[in-house]
Nanobody
Framework: QERLVESGGGLVQTGDSLRLSCVLR????????MAWFRQAPGREREFVAA????????SYADFVKDWFTISKDNFENTVDLQMNSLKPEDAAVYYC??????????????????????WGQGARVTVSS
């Protein structure tokens, strides 16, 4: 059975960097379009970044596109999120997600969380000011 497992969350200070990693177990990651979402307390889950399964084209939410980078390693079966210049408003639980639906990178950015059929358990990121 396929499952996603995130790692790399933690407590950092404003301006610090953090790298989240997500490994897919049970299936090759190239079968899925992959994305990262985040959810802060009292807020809805929101899209952060996505990467397509074949070409590796990426898309980002406007509020992270200059600071975050999503990448994928088909050999390691992982998708990572490099987060730089973190701010307190970036604090949230970050979720790795996968979908078998066909889409461009921009299409993935417009998808609802309900369109993703596989989710990790979440990695908490806390940013102190």
């Amino acid at each position: 059975q396929e499952r996603l497992v995130e790692s790399g969350g933690g407590l950092v200070q404003t301006g610090d960097s953090l790298r989240l990693s997500c490994v897919l177990r049970g299936r090759v990651i190239s079968a899925y379009n992959m994305a990262w979402f985040r959810q802060a307390p009292g807020r809805e889950r929101e899209f952060v970044a996505a990467i397509t399964r074949t070409s590796g084209t990426t898309s980002y939410a406007d509020f992270v596109k200059d600071w975050f980078t999503i990448s994928k390693d088909n050999f390691e079966n992982t998708v990572d999120l490099q987060m730089n210049s973190l701010k307190p408003e970036d604090a949230a639980v970050y979720y790795c997600a996968a979908t078998i639906r066909q889409a461009t990178a921009q299409g993935l950015a417009r998808m609802s969380p309900n369109d993703f059929n596989l989710w990790g358990q979440g990695a908490r990121v806390t940013v102190s000011s």
